[in-house]
């Protein structure tokens, strides 16, 4: 019976954000679910196209006064943060309970790029980790934390080059613990181990080590070391957390130079003290892009 409410809601709201973009002028492509579990209303990402270009309208529902002030505070965040390598926001407003936030549209992710199209340079591998360090260093300058950084979160521009969206950012408290319990194994293994074993410590599930961790595991993946979509239990996961500081590990991401694999293992150091802070890890990738970007020239 629940679930049959819960579903009969979430229709209504479908069509009561269809009549608000339509009147807004956009043309409806296509409409796509965001996860949930139970009760919860699930947020939406609405193609839409007008002036002959394509958008995306990410619906956020809210239930209370508290959920708007958070995602009101979240908007104004959002709005500040300018960088080539982030979402661009074209606009947002509320209706009917609902935010509307109207970005521009990547239908590539670096996940569909890394597991489906297979075809990725050596350039684009070292690219991509910088712009992504680069990025995530600007948004930790600012005094914030993304939180939600995985390769589903990271769009390739036509231009091929990152950009990051999908912000959980610091304003709900326990937004990891949430995620501990309800992402799929993929996603957990974004998630650092001290947010998977449920630590009681606030400071380490809103620490800027979480989302080191999640820049590891990507620039890990963007070499080869691709366990997360073999993944079959949580315990294969732990077994694999605890193997990233053995040689096993290293030996997987044999395509880096063992300079970049001693950063990606530190990345990955169970320890979040340990793992330092984003800005240490920039000018050596920078270096390292602009190394094989001038070799690149240099051979052509």
Not at 82 to 96: D, L, T
Not at 123 to 152: D, M, P
Not at 233 to 246: F, P, R
């Amino acid at each position: 019976m629940g679930t049959c409410t819960s579903q009969s809601k979430n229709q209504r709201l479908v069509e009561k954000a269809k009549r608000v973009i339509e009147k807004e002028g956009y043309t409806i492509l296509e409409i796509k679910d965001g996860k949930t579990t139970g009760k919860v209303i699930p947020n939406k990402v609405v193609i839409v196209s007008k002036d002959n270009k394509k958008y995306a309208f990410k619906i956020r529902y809210f239930q209370n006064e508290l959920d708007n002030q958070g995602i009101s505070a979240q908007v104004g965040i959002l709005c500040d943060l300018k960088h080539p390598n982030f979402v661009h926001f074209q606009r947002h407003f509320i209706r009917n309970h609902m935010f509307f936030f109207l970005m521009d549209y990547y239908p590539v992710t670096l996940r569909s790029l890394l597991y489906e199209t297979k075809s990725i340079t050596q350039e684009q591998r070292y690219r991509y980790a910088f712009e992504l360090i680069q990025g995530i260093n600007y948004v930790h300058s600012q005094g914030h934390t993304h939180r939600e950084l995985k390769t589903q979160n990271i769009m390739i521009s036509p231009e091929d080059h990152i950009i990051i969206c999908e912000f959980g950012l610091e304003f709900d408290s326990d937004i990891h613990i949430k995620k501990q319990e309800t992402s799929s194994l993929s996603d957990k293994w974004y998630l650092a181990p001290e947010i998977n074993q449920k630590t009681e410590s606030i400071y380490y599930q809103q620490s800027k080590q979480t989302d080191i961790w999640a820049i590891g595991v990507i620039i890990a993946e963007l070499f080869g070391f691709k366990y997360a979509s073999a993944l079959s239990s949580n315990e294969e996961l732990e077994k694999i957390n605890a193997s990233l500081s053995t040689q096993e590990f290293v030996q997987c991401l044999s395509e880096i130079d063992q300079n970049v694999q001693s950063k990606v293992v530190q990345m990955l150091n169970l320890n979040p003290d340990k793992r330092g802070d984003i800005a240490d890890y920039l000018p050596f990738f920078e270096e390292k892009y602009n190394q094989f970007k001038k070799g690149m020239h240099q051979s052509n």
